[in-house]
T-cell receptor, first 114, second 111 residues
């Protein structure tokens, strides 16, 4: 079956622009996670959705970052007024709910802010 | 100091060698994950464990809760094992799969 997909795979934008990154989780997975991975580092947690609601957004670095999951499936991570420091790979993962479930990761979106 | 520390950061081996990657953490956890990331590729979950030992093929993962330490072993290493191996934990008391990651270990296996 289909895995987690993310679009676009690469995004180049200019400082100050707005970007949207999309995640299509595995069908039936109620839990969805966004992580960010800077070059040479391990990923960092951004936000967790259980169904349609953001149950934990403690990892969002500031109010320029926002994410939605209106129908409990596809999620969009939105970044306003992008800065060069936002350049990273943005990873999405999905799973059935609960801490013991295997997370399935998407291939990531590589964001470069010039 | 990071809550999850891995060692070594870089590891080079010859094909056939036994490999060990270590992970130490400084907080109480519910579970620990070992993940694999190939260059340009996505992340794949290898193991999730909360106690003892798990084995899958040539991979073995162990955890010592009292010492807050886990190891990932690869027996009879092969060039296709070359990847970044990442340790991640779910902090104790967390009721969902929010992962806190180590910085990763870059493994290169030469033929």
């Amino acid at each position: 079956g289909a895995g987690v997909s993310q679009t676009p795979s690469n995004k180049v934008t200019e400082k100050g622009k707005y970007v949207e990154l999309r995640c299509d989780p595995i069908s039936g997975h109620t839990a969805l996670y966004w992580y960010r991975q800077s070059l040479g580092q391990g990923p960092e947690f951004l936000i967790y959705f259980q169904g349609t609601g953001a149950a934990d957004d403690s990892g969002l670095p500031n109010d320029r970052f926002f994410a939605v999951r209106p129908e409990g499936s596809v999620s969009t991570l939105k970044i306003q007024r992008t800065e060069r420091g936002d350049s990273a790979v943005y990873l999405c993962a999905s799973s059935f709910s609960g801490p013991w479930e295997t997370q399935y990761f998407g291939p990531g979106t590589r964001l470069l802010v010039l | 100091k990071n809550e999850v520390e891995q060692s070594p950061q870089n590891l080079t081996a010859q094909e056939g060698e036994f490999i060990t990657i270590n992970c130490s953490y400084s907080v109480g956890i519910s579970a620990l994950h070992w993940l694999q990331q190939h260059p340009g590729g996505g992340i794949v979950s290898l193991f999730m464990l909360s106690s003892g030992k798990k084995k899958h093929g040539r991979l073995i993962a162990t955890i010592n809760i009292q010492e807050k330490h886990s190891s990932l072993h690869i027996t009879a290493s092969h060039p296709r094992d070359s990847a970044v191996y990442i340790c991640a934990v779910i902090l104790g008391g967390t009721s969902y799969g929010k992962l806190t990651f180590g910085q990763g270990t870059i493994l290169t296996v030469h033929p």
